[in-house]
């Protein structure tokens, strides 16, 4: 269901006026504070939002891979609330904002899809605040497998991983290194 809603809002996102974007690895899609010009759509690769913690850290907000909506928080923002750059070469579909609102106006079908979209959001957002309200590494660890049917990323996510969960990527790498010695 879920992935059906995503493939749902992807496909309607496709039908208004839009352009592409190539993003090398490590390409900003735009910063925290940048106006917001428009709604974008990962084609290809993996995009994050990020944001800087005030210890120095960094937080992923979303990793986003094909299909997925980024900057569904700004629709009705003058400006983006995170920075975005590309986990891997990237293409994205950049809908201009005003095409997005307008047919949010215009279209209860739209409406009621990105409705559904954002819900799931919702969800998946929830998700992340109970994964970092726990105290360990190895409980959100724990919580974040729980949620992704118990699977690792693969050895060069792993930095993300650690990013994800809100903890360093050593204190990870210290935490699979005790499970695996276990």
Known sequence: MIAIMQRDMADLLKTLRSGERRLAEGGLLFHRGDPVTSLFLVLEGTIELTRHRADGGMVVLQRASRDAVLA????????????????????????????????????????????????????????????????????????????????????????????????????LYRELARRKAA
Do not use: N
């Open 72 to 171: 569904e928080a700004s629709v009705f923002s003058e400006r983006y609330h995170c920075d975005a750059f590309a986990a891997a070469s990237s293409v994205v579909l950049a809908v201009p904002m005003s095409e997005v609102r307008a047919r949010l106006a215009q279209s209860p079908e739209f409406a009621e899809a990105w409705a559904e979209y954002l819900t799931h959001e919702v969800q998946e957002a929830r998700l992340r605040s109970e994964i970092l309200s726990l105290k360990t590494v190895a409980s959100r660890l724990d919580a974040w497998l729980l949620s992704h049917g118990g699977r690792m990323p693969p050895k060069g996510e792993r930095k993300s991983l650690a990013h994800q969960i809100g903890v360093s990527p050593e204190a």
